[in-house]
Each structure stands twice: as C-alpha cells, then as structure tokens.
C-alpha cells in the first residue's frame, strides 16, 4: 500500500511547517507543477463543454452565508467570524453562495440557459487536528466548482453531461471509481425541511444515474443540506472510500437568493441550480492520483516528464542543449550529470519519470536519443526531434501510454 505522504516527500511535491499549521501544507515547485498541470486540464475540458470562468473572494460577510443556509447547517465545519468595523466576514466554507451572487448580478433571458459557470477557487473548513493528514484531509481547500443555472427540463441532460466529463477525466488520470452513490438525507436537523423538493432533486438524479447506464447505490445521511447528490467513491490501497467527485441538484438556494430567469412568456421563473465538481478538491485528487500511481503518474501530470543522462561530462553540452529543446516546447525536464553518480544509480533515482534519454558518444554525433520508458522498455535510437514530438503528442492528448502502440520497442 502507497502513502502519498512518503511519496509526496520521495518526489518533493508538497510538505508542512507547525508554523504555517496543521492541515495547510505548502506545494514545492513540483508539486506546483503536478497541480498546475491538472488545474490546466480541468479549465480547459471546462472552456470546450461551454463553461465560463469566474474568481470570487474567499471571504463573505455571514449574512451570505445565513442565507445561503450554511450558517444554520454548516456552522461547526466553518471558522469563527471576523469582526470588521460593524460587520462580520467569514473563510468561505463552499464556493455556491458567490455564484448564486454573481448570477444574480445581472438579468438572464431563458435564451441564456443553461449558463455554466465554474471556478477553481479557495475555501476553508474548520477541521479537527485529529482528523487532518497530508493532502487528503487539509483545512485549506482548492475546489474545483462549477454550478449550472438551467430550467427545470434541463437539469437531466446537464447532469448526464457532468457524469460525462467525470468520465473522460478519470480515463485522463488513469483512475477508476469504486463504485456511484446517490447520497440522500437522513433523518434530523441538518438538512432543509422541504420534502417535496428532495422528492424531486432525487428523481431527477435517478434519472440521470440511469440513462447514462450507470450502476449505483442509495444511501441515507450522505446529502448535501441542501439537495441529494451523486457521489463519485474511489478507494486507497487499504479500501478505505472517499468521495472525489459529485454533481448535485439544488432547488434551495435559487428560492434563498430570489434568483430567476425571463421566461419565454416574458414572466420571470426560478432556475435550477446544479452544483459539479469533476476532481473535487485538488489536494484530495492528487493524495489520491499519488497513492493509486504509486508516483509514476501518467506523463502529462509527471512533475519531470524527461530525464537526461550525459553519460559522462563530453555530452554535457549536447544534454544541456536537449533540456533547452524540451523547455521550448513545454515539456519538464531536468539533467542528471555524472556528478550525480554512476548511470545505473541515476537511473534508480529516476525511476518513476516517465521518460529517460541517455547520451553517449553516438548520440552526441547522431542527434540521436536512445530512450528509456519508466516501465523498462527501450525505444529504438530516434531523432531527438522525433523522439520530442512523440513525447508531446502523448502528453497534449493527456494519454495514460508511455508509447505509441504501434511504435517498436523492446
């Protein structure tokens, strides 16, 4: 079993300090990296299904938050108020109220719906010390959020197409859900007394559930406060489940914040709002991606997607000038000199980078790279062009292969 902790330090991608705090770990340039790389991803597979990009504050004033209803339901996960002048701001523990806000800014025809609108934003939660660990459980939370203001005869397809885009993401990472679960209320205060519109928030994603053919399983006491939801479980190495990804329907907070549409009939209506998150948090998405990798994460998420190996210092100029190519083009990479040890131990030191060129003497006069892929296998001596290339190709179609199939190896 994996502890993305250990590897987390093996790999220099994050850490902590008492003095910053518990549950607030810092990212080291390549952990920055990793994350960037799926902060990338996620924005773009949000511009090409029709989303648009907001940034909202990570603070509010607690009327915000009262009527959203999270005060009244939420209040033990959020941090204590600050007192500015006469009123009170709070750390946002969830990203919806300020979308509701921001929709609410300006008027909306129903010509405009669905309006997708996402954000990879900050928020906060009050977690107990005993409870925190590494990036899976942190007090500081980037979520990757978006809510779909739609009409009620839209909710379904828009909630079809969110379990869609949870589909081709976990292809992407090389991840595969444990199992969908439509999370419903229990019983008592903490949910919004409304039983007609559970009733119908559950229906509707029921119906999503099954026209996209998806096996799943109902469970009381999961909800949101607020409407049910479909929760996306994957599991560590030691079957212990969590939740990465959700897509929920919301009747509540449209009727909280008066939202509303111009309707066909020029009289205003009440829009749906559908709450999506592909990855969930970035920090659980990648303890998670770590753990299941084991490190080796797929190439276009590698923090060093190639390593170079001058096999002595008379290729140190040819292997610095093929680390310039790779930077041009995008790509991380980094040289490992001599003054790093032998090449059988720099190469056990690499192990996990997805790519390793080493350059001899016959490479240096060639403009050849003789290849390494991290699952052992080597690519005949290729073009460092050619060789760049097929790397990239791979990496921007966010592939999980180390190679082309149909490309010899051995």
């Not at 648009?52 to 939420?74: A, D, F, M, N, T």
């Not at 509701?100 to 129903?110: G, K, N």
């Not at 019983?187 to 007394?193: P, Q, T």
């Not at 041009?328 to 490992?336: D, I, K, N």
């Amino acid at each position: 079993m994996y502890d993305h902790r250990k590897i987390g330090r093996e790999l220099d991608l994050f850490d902590t300090d008492p003095l910053i705090g518990s549950g607030l770990p810092y990212w080291l340039p390549n952990g920055a990296a990793v994350r960037h790389a799926l902060e990338q991803y996620i924005r773009s597979a949000e511009q090409r299904a029709g989303y648009r990009h907001v940034h909202s504050p990570v603070l509010g004033k607690r009327q915000l938050y009262e009527i959203s209803g999270h005060w009244s339901h939420y209040r033990d996960d959020m941090f204590p108020p600050m007192d500015l002048g006469s009123e009170q701001v709070v750390l946002r523990p969830s990203l919806c109220p300020h979308h509701a806000v921001i929709y609410r800014s300006r008027s909306h025809s129903y010509r405009d719906l669905p309006l997708r609108m996402a954000e990879l934003g900050g928020m906060y939660r009050s977690e107990l010390s005993g409870v925190l660990g590494g990036l899976s459980r942190v007090r500081a939370i980037h979520l990757n959020d978006a809510h779909i203001f739609c009409t009620l005869d839209q909710v379904a397809a828009e909630a079809q197409a969110a379990l869609d885009m949870i589909r081709r993401a976990y292809e992407a990472l090389g991840i595969t859900p444990v199992r969908y679960r439509l999370s419903l209320p229990g019983h008592g205060g903490k949910y919004i007394d409304a039983p007609e519109m559970w009733e119908r928030s559950t229906a509707l994603l029921t119906a999503a559930l099954k026209q996209s053919g998806l096996v799943y399983e109902a469970v009381e006491d999961e909800a949101a406060f607020y409407g049910p939801k479909i929760d996306v479980q994957v599991a560590d190495g030691a079957d212990r489940e969590s939740t990465l990804s959700t897509v929920q329907v919301d009747f509540h907070q449209p009727k909280q914040f008066d939202l509303h549409y111009i309707g066909s009939d020029g009289a205003k209506q009440r829009p749906v709002m559908v709450h999506r998150s592909i990855i969930g948090s970035v920090e659980r998405a990648v303890a998670h991606l770590i753990e299941h990798h084991g490190g080796a994460l797929p190439p276009w998420l590698a923090p060093v997607q190639l390593v170079i190996f001058p096999i002595s210092e008379a290729e140190l100029a040819s292997a610095s000038a093929l680390a310039e190519q790779c930077a041009a083009l995008g790509l991380r990479a980094e040289l490992f000199g001599s003054e790093r040890g032998k090449l059988g131990a720099r190469i056990r030191e690499a192990r996990l980078v997805p790519y390793q060129a080493v350059i001899g003497p016959k490479e240096v006069d060639s403009g050849h790279v003789a290849l390494r892929l991290r699952d052992g296998r080597r690519i005949d001596s290729l073009p460092a062009v050619d060789v760049l290339e097929r790397i990239g190709a791979l990496i921007d179609a966010h592939s999980t292969e180390l190679w082309e199939r149909t490309s010899r190896a051995s």
